[in-house]
């Protein structure tokens, strides 16, 4: 739901400048650090979950989205097909990608503010953004402790 109003957002007024414009959608890290997000915490599951969203919301609007994470061949392995991956060494060494959508996310009390762009690859222009309130509670309860993804979590009291 917040994906979809994102991607509304940040692609109402944009209009691709040739046919079959593509568009990558990456991970949304946090503001302050701008790097990968730790292996655990809530943080690394909303910006995934963004990603995936957005991705979404912007192939249903009618855009191409690259896949940049597909594997060249699917792996089978006991009890699952692999087609994705985050192994770099595993992945084609080039696609074509006109625009990619980017953002971040910072944490305030009882929500996340994400902030989303969408940048020519090219010119480092950016040609949308958007900006919208998550609150904590739209992906985990507001029990004041939880487990979560191997570590415990506690919220505010």
């Known amino acids: 739901h917040y994906s979809e109003q994102i991607a509304l957002e940040l692609l109402q007024q944009f209009r691709p400048i040739k046919p079959n414009t593509s568009i990558a959608v990456g991970t949304l890290v946090p503001v302050n650090t701008l790097t990968s997000i730790s292996e655990k915490g809530p943080s690394k599951l909303i910006g995934l979950q963004m990603q995936e969203g957005l991705t979404t919301a912007v192939a249903q ?37 006109d625009y990619f959508i980017t953002g971040t996310l910072t944490e305030v009390q009882d929500q996340y503010i994400v902030n989303v762009k969408l940048i020519d690859s090219r010119s480092n222009v950016i040609h949308g953004a958007a900006t919208k309130s998550v609150p904590l509670n739209a992906f985990w309860s507001q029990e004041k402790v939880q487990l979560r993804d191997g570590s415990l979590i506690r919220n505010h009291y």
């Open 61 to 97: 609007l009618g855009f191409e989205v690259i896949e940049y994470k597909t594997l060249p061949k699917i792996i089978l392995k006991p009890g699952q097909d692999s087609m994705l991956s985050r192994d770099v060494s595993q992945l084609k060494d080039k696609h074509k990608i």
